[in-house]
């Protein structure tokens, strides 16, 4: 029985690696820099992510993680104090 449950552990942790391969290249084919990557390099950096990753799980941060899917772009003013468009929602 541990056998079994050792190939299906195995199966899973491949099958697992496979989606977060097919995560990261569409991630990259979303990126106009790592787009202009050859097919080739991007499955390699796609491979070492994936390994980095699954032997140090700290690699991943959830924050970041949920920043990635979660937001298209973050713009930061700085405006000098007293300027009264320093509190002025953006229009």
């Not at 959830?62 to 929602?89: E, K, Q, Y």
Request: charged share 30%.
């Amino acid at each position: 029985m541990l056998k079994l449950s050792t190939a299906y552990n195995n199966y899973e942790q491949a099958r697992l690696a496979r989606a977060n391969r097919k995560a990261l290249l569409a991630q990259m084919e979303r990126d106009t820099e790592l787009r202009q990557l050859t097919a080739q390099r991007k499955k390699q950096l796609a491979d070492l992510v994936d390994r980095l990753v699954r032997e140090d799980p700290s690699v991943s941060n959830p924050a970041l993680d949920f920043a990635a899917r979660s937001f298209i772009s973050v713009t930061i003013r700085l405006h000098p104090a007293g300027d009264s468009r320093a509190n002025a929602p953006e229009a």
